[in-house]
């Protein structure tokens, strides 16, 4: 790997046309990425990548005229001091909020190298070409918000954001909440049964601990195994599986934790606040991101974790 100060004019050349190729494929890749759910959103980044390659084609023209026509492959990862980015392949289903920050630190990291490359050379024309395209760079904010403005209106971003919401509860927040339910409630029972039975809080912490695990491992996989997300807009499988899997797991463990308690009374008390305030947890997000009416929510998740509860009660004190 090259420190940049080893860069000599025509590597930095080089390196810049490489930098401005993969800014303009980047861009592209928003834009397609976006164009389903937020065409307003991908049009404005169709125009930052038109941007991007007309300073490619600038600074391979001048290239051309200063050293020839061979250009050699210089990439960010060559040379010390750039910020790795991700591929975008390996972002999808792409968020907003997500590409639009990092459509802002690439302007900034572009820009700050056009800034140090231009005190790196000697040649008039070279740096003229460079400290202009970072002037241009800094104007890309402006431009984006020109192209906000006028792509964007109220009305877009609202339905936009509308469907940044909707999507975040369609591969979030529902996995997490049929796992927070599963594991909240369907533990219940073993856990009290354990718990009255034996009368030990070992027992009940072991058979708790195994049965939010297995729950969790159960499903995780059941959720990612579902579908592909590539008809329903579900997202990424192994994502939607390992937020359920580990909110089943966490939905257990909440009322398992306090049988770690020496003292069995205590412990069981403790246990059935942490179930109160879990079933009331349930509730509220069922109404904040699910639109169910808060006492409807309430009585339904209620009724379930009761009807469970007084099973393991049943069973342990038989």
Known sequence: MRTFD???????????ISLEEEDERI????????????????????????EEAGH?????????????????????????GFVNRRPVWLLRPLRLDAVRGQAESMEVETRQFYIRAATRTRDARIRQLLD???????????????????????????????ASKRLFVLRIVQPGLAGLMDGSVSTLAPVFAAALAT??????????LAASLGAGISM?????LSDDGSLTGRGLPWVRGLVCGIMTALGG????????????HTALLAAIAVVIVELGTISWVRHR???????????????????VFGAGVLIGSS
Do not use: C, N, W
């Open 199 to 208: 009368k030990s809080t070992h027992d009940a912490f072991a058979v708790g």
């Open 253 to 264: 463990v909440g009322h398992t934790l306090p049988f770690l308690i020496p003292s069995f």
């Open 132 to 162: 202009d395209l970072a002037a241009e760079e800094l104007s890309h904010e402006q431009r984006a918000e020109e192209l906000e403005r006028s792509k964007l209106t109220a009305e877009v971003r609202a339905k936009e954001d509308e």
């Open 289 to 307: 991101y699910m639109e169910t009416p808060p006492l409807s929510a309430a009585l339904q998740v209620a009724l379930g974790g009761a009807l």
């Open 6 to 16: 080893s860069l000599d004019e025509r590597e930095i050349l080089a390196l810049a």
């Open 27 to 50: 861009y592209a890749d928003f834009a397609e990425g976006l164009r389903a759910e937020f065409p307003a959103s991908a049009a404005i980044f169709e125009g930052m990548r038109d």
């Open 220 to 224: 995780g996989f059941a959720e990612a």
């Open 56 to 80: 490619r084609r600038r600074l391979i023209e001048l290239y051309r005229e200063k050293f020839g026509d061979h250009v050699p492959l210089l990439r960010r990862q060559d040379v010390k």
